[in-house]
């Protein structure tokens, strides 16, 4: 069941600050389950470019290890010679910090039907941050690819609850493990890297789906073929073609999850909201992991007509931008607004998700509805 808990008090008053914006003495998650930790991000704070920390959605496999600073990271495998790293020896290569959107690759997935199983995420399965570390591609540099290394395979130090579990590891190319922007952060929003997501260590692979940003770092494996396993082999599938709805699909009929698709996502008005007559603002982002959003429309009349909202901050791959559309409503009674996005790559944000077994990158319009008063 869903509910609202008061999840941390964290040190968030100074960037809030800084930011001009209230200080976030408590924050409130939406908690799905008793165990792992399965938090989302209230939608009404999707009307920002970074999602403060306190209220950052939180996703785990079997909950987070034992908090350890003093964890170190292993770069083995076909590599030349073999590493081990503190967070301190990482400060030594080249600091980068850069602004990603992460979103779980089941996002949204309590809004498909028919319905599939699994966490049934509404929309606070995804925030924006800055991610501040060191490049992937300078770590493995410390130890030397061998030319025959086309896979890395990533492990972090949460285990799973009993031996008959698989182990969590995932694997990306070794083209994407080399882009200048896949890090291993150790700083989100400028502060350390809370625990609870994933410190002191995590990946950072921008535009794709959060499988991949692995969580409390502890083995980067360099190896001639992807990752074997559950899940790199089973789970994190998507349909290669579009599957029936409610029907399986073979496993040679699937692939693995990578970048999410174009999405825009309404942050208030919230549904029910009252507002009073006259100006009305609808807020959100919008997001793509294969290009910066070329434009967000929103609609006032059901579809009938759509208008350019006003965008705001920097475009890029898996980097969201915040949308503004004002109108007039001097009518009182309900109003109804719809917002879709286009990225700059021509993907169309559809007016209903595809539908797949897993109910993975849900990226229908987004409808919300509130009363003039």
């Not at 040190?11 to 998650?29: C, D, H, I, K, Q």
């Not at 559950?230 to 399986?248: D, L, R, S, V």
């Not at 698709?261 to 294969?290: H, M, N, T, W, Y």
């Amino acid at each position: 069941m869903l509910q609202r808990r008061a999840f941390l008090q964290v040190a968030g008053a100074a960037f809030a600050t800084a930011l001009g914006r209230p200080a976030f003495s408590a924050a409130e998650l939406l908690r799905y389950g008793a165990s792992p930790q399965q938090l989302a991000t209230p939608i009404s704070y999707f009307d920002r470019l970074i999602t403060p920390t306190p209220v950052f959605f939180v996703r785990s496999h079997f909950g987070p290890p034992s908090y350890d600073r003093s964890r170190t990271v292993t770069v083995h495998g076909l590599v030349k010679k073999k590493v081990e790293l503190s967070v301190d020896d990482l400060r030594h290569l080249p600091e980068v910090t850069q602004t990603a959107a992460l979103q779980c690759a089941g996002n949204g997935r309590g809004l498909i039907t028919p319905r599939v199983p699994g966490i049934q995420w509404d929309h606070g399965g995804m925030g924006q941050a800055t991610w501040t570390g060191v490049r992937l591609k300078d770590v493995i540099a410390l130890a030397g690819a061998k030319s025959e290394a086309r896979h890395v395979w990533l492990k972090g130090a949460d285990r799973p609850p009993k031996p008959t579990v698989p182990e969590y590891q995932r694997s990306i190319p070794i083209e994407r493990a080399l882009h200048p922007e896949t890090l291993i952060a150790y700083r989100m929003n400028g502060e350390p890297l809370t625990h609870a997501h994933g410190g002191p260590l995590r990946v950072v692979v921008p535009g794709w789906a959060g499988d991949h940003w692995v969580k409390w770092l502890t083995s980067v494996q360099l190896e001639a073929e992807e990752a074997s396993g559950f899940y790199m082999q089973t789970a994190y599938k998507i349909p290669i073609k579009q599957a029936i709805p409610g029907t399986p699909v073979p496993p040679e009929g699937m692939r693995s999850v990578t970048t999410f698709p174009v999405k825009s996502v309404i942050g208030r008005p919230l549904d029910g909201a009252q507002i009073a007559a006259g100006p009305q603002e609808v807020v959100g982002v919008a997001l793509s992991g294969d290009a910066a959003i070329e434009f967000v429309e929103v609609s006032t009349d059901n579809g009938a007509t759509w208008h350019r909202a006003t965008l705001e901050g920097a475009g890029g791959i898996g980097l969201w931008q915040v949308f503004r559309y004002r109108f007039v409503q001097k009518q009182r009674g309900e109003a109804t607004a719809i917002a879709r996005a286009r990225d700059k790559k021509g993907n169309m944000q559809p007016e209903n998700a595809i539908w797949n077994p897993s109910g993975y990158f849900w990226n229908a319009w987004h409808r919300v509805q509130w009363q003039v008063v």
